[in-house]
């Protein structure tokens, strides 16, 4: 009997060590409470082809009403003026698309083009030229401004086209995994309206997902300046960094948040940017018609001043501002939380901060005092020169992105039928993404090229459920 006592005294201490935080603490590891709600209260439970595409379930009735019709402008295609249609009319004279989902299909992601000359997928050029305007903006193109459009109404000349082509990079896991990336390059070609400007910066821009745009719109300016540290302070290579920008309704700048360079203060300023730059539609923030230096807009038929009124232009804001965050998938299997640890392991969590909280008084009451889980600290980072567009936006430099929210990163194929990410798409999975990381994200890559076969399945698979 001795010996039986002595045999089960081993047998759970083994069990026991088995299920302590060993050197890989995986053992441990286990899902929070609520975390598959990324969106707190705005996190719909859907998983198919429409995820990104639902209202806030806070909207009040009357909002509710509001999303329905902004929808429908976000959607539907505008046309050129006069038309019957007079809710729709005044398209270009010069754009990129005629609606905004045909940049954000199904309020979802672009890409880009998979051939010369396929249009309107999602990817357009900013031009730029060294230096900053009064407002420490970035300079236009004395001719082109800041966007090539590259198409034009019915007997309008476009501004130009642009084609890309790729070189293959080669990058070795430790492991001996063999990952080619594609490292684009920009050709402008069929100039209608004379040469660019010496020196002329062109910066490649794909359309983002939608959703959860209010919610981090509502995180407190405080909460994202005390993920900052532009000094790295801490010494762990990480300094993020806020932008501040210029907001034309106040007159004003601004913290910057939304786009790929944190170069818009707020959602309205930056739908109203896309109507006009996008797809030639002015609005109550932007006014006027934007075209080449010298181009006559008086024989140019325009949908009104402005072509978008204000209760439409409101309604687009509002749905802008209340697409909910899917719900996550498997967020408490073992390889997802298993994946989950890894994440923080090699310092992802440092740039793309899992967890926070929406403050007490926006505007949208519904979006209040929610924990939200956008993987983002709306900071910009020097992502190393290997990502880097040379084109300065306000305080971004050239090497500077705004860490991007994660949240739906596994759903873009369900919903867009690709998975091409970064800033201009190049990147054709997670894994490319990731390898393409460098300046302060460059130890965080060199330990993911570390990770074995299965670890790196497990991290993947984490993202892939958020």
């Given at each position: 009997m001795?010996?039986?006592?002595?045999?089960?005294?081993?047998?759970?201490?083994?069990?026991?060590l088995?299920c302590?935080?060993?050197?890989?603490g995986?053992?441990?590891?286990?899902a929070?409470?609520?975390?598959e709600?990324?969106g707190?209260?705005?996190?719909?439970?859907?998983?198919?082809?429409e995820?990104?595409?639902?209202?806030s379930?806070?909207?009040?009735?009357d909002?509710?009403?509001?999303?329905?019709?902004g929808?429908?402008?976000?959607?539907?295609?505008w046309?050129?003026?006069?038309?019957?249609t007079?809710?729709?009319?005044?398209l270009?004279?010069?754009?990129?698309a005629i609606?905004?989902?045909?940049?954000h299909?199904?309020d979802?992601?672009?890409?880009p083009?998979?051939?010369?000359g396929?249009?309107?997928?999602?990817?357009?050029?900013?031009?730029s030229?060294?230096?900053?305007d009064?407002?420490?903006?970035?300079i236009?193109?004395?001719?082109?401004?800041?966007q090539?459009?590259?198409n034009?109404l019915?007997?309008?000349?476009?501004?130009?086209?642009y084609t890309i082509?790729?070189?293959?990079i080669t990058?070795?896991?430790?492991?001996?995994?063999?990952v080619?990336l594609?490292?684009?390059?920009?050709h402008?070609?069929?100039l209608?309206?004379?040469?660019?400007?010496?020196?002329?910066?062109?910066?490649p821009?794909?359309?983002?997902q939608?959703?959860?745009?209010g919610?981090?719109?509502a995180?407190?300016?405080a909460t994202?300046?005390?993920?900052?540290d532009?000094?790295?302070?801490?010494?762990?290579g990480?300094?993020?960094?806020?932008?501040?920008?210029?907001?034309?309704?106040s007159n004003s700048?601004?913290?910057?948040?939304f786009?790929w360079?944190?170069?818009?203060?707020n959602?309205?300023?930056?739908?109203?940017?896309a109507f006009v730059?996008?797809?030639?539609i002015t609005?109550?923030?932007?006014?006027?018609?934007?075209g080449?230096?010298?181009?006559?807009?008086?024989?140019?038929p325009?949908?009104?001043?402005?072509e978008i009124t204000?209760?439409?232009?409101n309604?687009?804001v509002?749905?802008?501002?209340?697409?909910?965050?899917p719900v996550?998938?498997?967020?408490d299997?073992p390889?997802?939380l298993r994946?989950?640890?890894?994440?923080?392991d090699?310092k992802?969590?440092?740039c793309?901060i899992?967890k926070?909280?929406?403050?007490?008084?926006?505007?949208?009451?519904?979006?209040r005092n929610?924990?939200?889980?956008?993987?983002?600290?709306m900071l910009?980072?020097d992502?190393?020169?290997?990502?880097?567009?040379?084109?300065?936006?306000?305080?971004?430099?050239?090497n500077e992105?705004?860490?991007?929210?994660?949240?739906?990163?596994g759903l873009?194929?369900?919903?867009?039928?690709?998975t091409q990410?970064l800033?201009?798409?190049?990147?054709?999975?997670?894994?490319?993404?990731i390898l393409?990381?460098g300046?302060e994200a460059?130890?965080?890559?060199?330990?993911f090229?570390?990770?074995?076969?299965?670890e790196?399945?497990?991290l993947?698979?984490?993202?892939n459920?958020?």
């Open positions: 001795k010996g039986i006592r002595h045999t089960w005294l081993i047998a759970l201490s083994l069990l026991a088995s302590s935080d060993d050197e890989s995986y053992e441990k590891i286990t929070e409470d609520g975390e709600f990324s707190g209260t705005s996190t719909v439970i859907n998983a198919t082809a995820a990104f595409g639902f209202a379930a806070t909207l009040t009735p909002q509710s009403v509001d999303f329905g019709v929808n429908s402008l976000f959607r539907q295609s046309v050129t003026a006069p038309s019957s007079t809710a729709r009319d005044g270009g004279p010069f754009f990129n609606s905004c989902s045909a940049c299909f199904k979802g992601r672009g890409r083009p998979s051939f010369d396929e249009m309107g997928k999602g990817l357009l050029l900013r031009l030229l060294p230096g900053t009064a407002w420490g903006g970035a236009a193109d004395p001719i082109y401004g800041h090539l459009q590259d034009a019915l007997d309008v000349t476009p501004k130009g086209v082509t790729y070189q293959n990058e070795t896991l430790a492991d001996g995994t063999i080619q594609r490292s684009p390059s920009y402008i070609n069929a209608a309206y004379g040469p660019l400007a010496p020196g002329v910066l062109v910066s821009r794909v359309a983002s939608m959703v959860g745009l919610l981090l719109e995180v407190p300016q994202y300046l005390s993920f900052a532009e000094h790295d302070a801490n010494g762990d990480i300094s993020g960094r806020p932008n501040y920008v210029y907001d034309k309704e700048i601004k913290m910057g948040l786009g360079k944190a170069n818009q203060p959602i309205r300023q930056q739908v109203a940017a730059n996008d797809i030639g609005s109550p923030v932007f006014p006027d018609e934007h080449p230096a010298g181009f006559d807009f008086s024989g140019i325009n949908g009104g001043t402005p204000d209760v439409a232009f309604r687009v509002l749905y802008s501002q209340s697409l909910s965050v996550r998938r498997n967020h299997a390889n997802v994946g989950k640890k890894i994440f923080s090699i992802c969590a440092s793309h899992p926070m909280q929406t403050g007490n008084d926006y505007y949208l009451q519904g979006l929610q924990t939200i889980r956008p993987y983002t600290d910009l980072h992502m190393g020169p290997g990502l880097a567009d040379g084109a300065p936006d306000y305080l971004a430099t050239g992105w705004r860490t991007p929210p994660l949240w739906g990163i873009i194929s369900t919903v867009n039928g690709h990410l800033h201009d798409g190049r990147a054709g999975n997670i894994t490319e993404a393409w990381h300046g460059e130890n965080s890559k060199n330990m090229k570390q990770l074995t076969a299965a790196r399945q497990d993947l698979d984490f993202l459920s958020l």
